[in-house]
């Protein structure tokens, strides 16, 4: 099976395969997946000495709030994120290295349009409440965040899901109004737990899953209580036998609290403190290469921005380096004004980076009849810890293109409702794109709801659907490749920063050689992949 | 004499009912005059226009304002304070525990805080003057001049970063012993003593030493009574009705300000509930929470009238 995944590889780099042998070996490599993701640990982690089990990963998190919910459908930062993960499963897993891996599913399979995905769930699982898992669980999980009565955060990410059915105890099949190459990779999205089914309804409230921990007790915003479930089926997780997670929304308190001991890991570190941080021989910083970007909107339908040659000397005039070196303090990468960060599989490398060029700037002014230009910048540290400083610096670099920014602080509380995405120029950022077709479908495409910069361009938008049910891969890498041009040319996105994740942990606690590239804390599952030191 | 304050009792409660619906309905119109909803809230850069109204479906707040007001106002007067719109939880259930522990925390703080800045203060009042005085006056005012949090960091530096004497978190679980409690507390406690003492502190002195120069004092240092019954026997009982007010003030602020502290010693309290609740527009916690910030207000200050009048003979006999 190594061996026809090497081949498939092969025939896709290649770029001559013909469609059906693709989809016929792609549902395949979800078998091969199963197998590799099984054998997997024990290699990897034979470098850094085997796992130990027992003890207690002590967690203080950023991000828990008392309205916090066990609905999946609610769930909005770190907090349920990390603590849910480790309760729950999805049908699809997003390894270490990036690529989605079986998880409840044990393979899928499309068909040549990818319209209809069939997944093949994992046998003889059973849920914390005793239940066994079926295809009935995973059809009520998927549709509790469908339909209109649903108030799920996850419905935008469903929102080509025409049906999903049942099929025998054993599959259940999605039906999409179009093709969509990456859907394994929608069904690994953290919202998309699988849960059991009561009376044909997801029972959420039961806080019962399949995961490795149980929930012992959980005070929204406060703290979760979780204790090893000895039945887990994923062999070689789950090393802790229990896990607390304490929610420490003020970041002093989370550095106090791992310096004296009270956790062994902290998330979002004080990038102002972390350099004495870093002087503690028993810590380690762990870096999370990342999707999280900041951007600064510019609606391309309001009277400011509607020119793109204003909208180019915006993006002329800020000096990205130095924003990187002071906002992030180095934690992160410079945007080249497209979503798709560095290292991210369809990443446009032939695109030249752009950087601070006043005179361009000036020159694009020009051409659209202005020798100088004042804007109106609402900024507010909703959007990121930094955003309204951020916004000040920008100020004080547009200033040499002749461009006069007036920064105007805006009250984080009802920012997202209120200003961002109804104003013509605010700050605003992206917490992941785990795939490039996610990424321009909600932020770029024309009339979906969180397109922030409300820009429209019909090459782009014919270019996100072909893309979408493209599985040949190297034609799809050529539209994403020209998707990336169009937004870093045309569209209304400055995108100045890709910010990593920042965590911290105690040498108590120790991990495999890799953590996943997406989302921090190890891809947010480090409860069950991380051990004792 | 006792039904002249058994009057003053039931009035003063009959207002304090008043203040607690005008409270209600205050704190339901100015939410209301946030900007957003719940749902919108809730829902932050994730929402869109079909989810956000179908949470608004679900949650009655496509109904009315006023009507919305008199279902709650119904429940309450029945004592249901309701779910939390975010969660779903009960609100007893929510505010309960948290109650308990800012109540035991202010507690704590009032055993410690309030018999020290009595001392004190009495203390301050007889050395008048004295380089004590001084250095207590000095250190006080610099103590509560300091902003809470950064009183707090200082402790947690000194008393768990370099010495590790106490922990720097205060979480709670819900099985924690007395002793464990006690343990988490001892920071938090000393935090808000040194930002409560002041006051306190001052106000006993300014009285007694007011009071220590009437004349009637001077005649009971020259009858050769001992400094300890005139202060507590003569002085103190006159100038109760201030002290008493202050204390009563304070202690309020033990309940209803403490959120700061709350959030660097991560003591789940009602502050943080509050403030959450707000930020998350969630009407029926923000209600139930501010009801219990005013009652306390008005208990205690009630409270400290009652005794105020119960400690100055004229007012507890008037003339005709």
């Not at chain 1, 461009?403 to 605010?426: L, M, Y």
């Not at chain 1, 100045?496 to 942990?505: D, E, G, Q, T």
């Not at chain 2, 704190?27 to 957003?36: R, S």
Request: with cysteine.
């Amino acid at each position: 099976m190594n061996n026809k995944k090497n081949n498939l590889t092969q025939a896709i780099t290649d770029g001559h395969l013909p469609r059906r042998d693709f989809l016929k070996l792609a549902g395949m490599v979800g078998v091969a997946g199963a197998a590799l993701s099984f054998g997997f640990p024990l290699n990897a982690w034979a470098q850094e000495g085997t796992p130990k089990s027992g003890g207690v990963l002590r967690l203080g998190l950023a991000g828990g709030s008392t309205s916090d919910s066990l609905d999946p459908g609610s769930w909005s930062d770190t907090f349920t994120f990390v603590g849910f993960s480790a309760v729950y499963n999805s049908l699809v897993e997003i390894g270490v290295d990036g690529t989605a891996t079986p998880e409840l599913a044990e393979s899928w399979e499309a068909s040549p349009d990818a319209r209809i995905w069939t997944f093949k769930l994992r046998q003889g699982v059973q849920f914390h409440n005793g239940k066994t898992l079926a295809a009935e669980d995973v059809v009520a999980s998927i549709e509790h965040h469908l339909g209109e009565q649903s108030t799920s955060a996850a419905k935008t990410v469903l929102g080509d899901v025409l049906a999903v059915k049942a099929q025998g105890e054993d599959s259940v099949v999605f039906e999409l109004r179009s093709g969509n190459a990456d859907f394994p990779y929608v069904m690994a999205d953290y919202h998309l737990v699988i849960m059991p089914s009561k009376d044909g309804l997801a029972d959420w409230r039961a806080g019962s899953g399949t995961g490795g921990y149980r929930i012992k007790s959980f005070e929204p915003g406060v703290r979760m209580a979780l204790e090893r479930n000895p039945g887990y089926w994923k062999p070689g997780r789950a090393h802790f036998d229990s896990a607390e997670l304490i929610g420490i929304s003020d970041g002093a308190a989370r550095i106090n609290a791992l310096i004296t001991g009270e956790v062994d890991v902290i998330n979002k570190v004080d990038l102002k403190t972390i350099n004495l941080l870093k002087l503690n021989p028993n810590m380690v910083i762990e870096e999370t290469k990342g999707a999280q970007h900041y951007t600064f909107p510019m609606l391309c339908d309001s009277k400011e921005f509607g020119d793109n040659n204003i909208r180019m000397a915006m993006k002329h005039a800020i000096d990205r380096e130095a924003m990187l070196g002071s906002v992030l303090r180095g934690y992160g990468s410079v945007g080249n004004d497209h979503p798709l960060q560095p290292g991210h599989r369809f990443l446009n490398t032939t695109l030249e980076q752009r950087t601070y060029d006043p005179d361009k700037a000036r020159f694009y002014l020009r051409k659209a009849g202005m020798e100088s230009l004042n804007v109106r910048l609402q900024a507010s540290d909703a959007a990121y810890s930094g955003a309204v400083d951020a916004s000040v610096l920008f100020k004080e670099q547009a200033r040499a293109a002749g461009i006069n920014i007036d920064v105007a602080r805006e009250p984080a509380d009802g920012f997202f409702s209120n200003v961002w995405n109804k104003q013509p120029f605010t700050t605003s950022f992206w917490y992941s794109s785990l795939t490039a077709d996610r990424m321009f479908s909600i932020g770029y495409a024309k009339g979906a709801s969180w397109n922030e910069t409300h820009w429209e361009h019909e090459r782009f938008n014919e270019l996100l659907n072909s893309a979408r049910g493209e599985l040949n891969e190297p034609l799809r890498r050529e539209m994403y490749n020209e998707m990336q041009q169009l937004c870093r040319d045309e569209g209304g996105a400055l995108i100045p920063l890709f910010a990593n994740s920042v965590a911290a942990r105690s040498k108590r606690i120790a991990h495999g050689p890799e953590t996943a590239p997406y989302g921090e804390l190890d891809g947010l599952r480090l409860i069950e992949r991380w051990w004792q030191a | 004499m006792v039904k002249s304050i058994l009057l003053l009792l039931v009035q003063r409660l009959a207002l304090g009912l008043l203040s607690l619906f005008a409270v209600s309905v205050i704190i339901f119109l100015a939410v209301g005059l946030l900007p957003g909803d719940i749902a919108q809230a809730m829902l932050g850069q994730a929402a869109t226009d079909e989810t956000v109204a179908a949470f608004r479906a679900q949650l009655g707040l496509d109904q009315p304002p006023l009507m919305r007001f008199m279902q709650w106002i119904g429940n309450f007067l029945q004592g249901d304070l309701g779910v939390s719109l975010a969660n779903q939880r009960e609100i007893s259930e929510l505010v309960g525990a948290r109650l308990g522990n800012t109540l035991t925390l202010a507690a704590m703080a009032a055993l410690v805080s309030v018999p020290l800045a009595l001392l004190l203060g009495m203390l301050a009042a007889l050395y008048r003057n004295s380089w004590f005085d001084r250095a207590l006056n000095t250190s006080a005012l610099s103590a509560v001049s300091f902003p809470e949090f950064f009183v707090a960091y200082i402790l947690i530096m000194i008393f768990s970063v370099k010495l590790g004497w106490f922990p720097s978190i205060s979480n709670l679980a819900p099985d924690a012993s007395f002793a464990e409690v006690f343990e988490r507390s001892v920071l938090p406690v000393a935090t808000l003593s040194l930002v409560v003492i002041a006051q306190m502190m001052r106000m006993t002195r300014a009285a007694l030493i007011n009071l220590l120069a009437s004349p009637y004092i001077e005649m009971a240092r020259l009858k050769g009574i001992s400094q300890a019954r005139i202060i507590f026997r003569h002085a103190l009982p006159n100038a109760l009705a201030p002290i008493v007010n202050v204390v009563a003030l304070n202690l309020a602020y033990l309940v209803v300000g403490v959120v700061v502290v709350e959030v660097v010693f991560v003591y789940p309290g009602l502050g943080q509930l509050l403030v959450d609740s707000v930020a998350k527009r969630d009407i029926p916690v923000v209600q139930a929470c501010s009801l219990i910030f005013a009652a306390t207000y008005v208990v205690l200050n009630t409270l400290a009238d009652v005794l105020a009048i119960a400690s100055n003979p004229r007012l507890m006999h008037p003339k005709g």
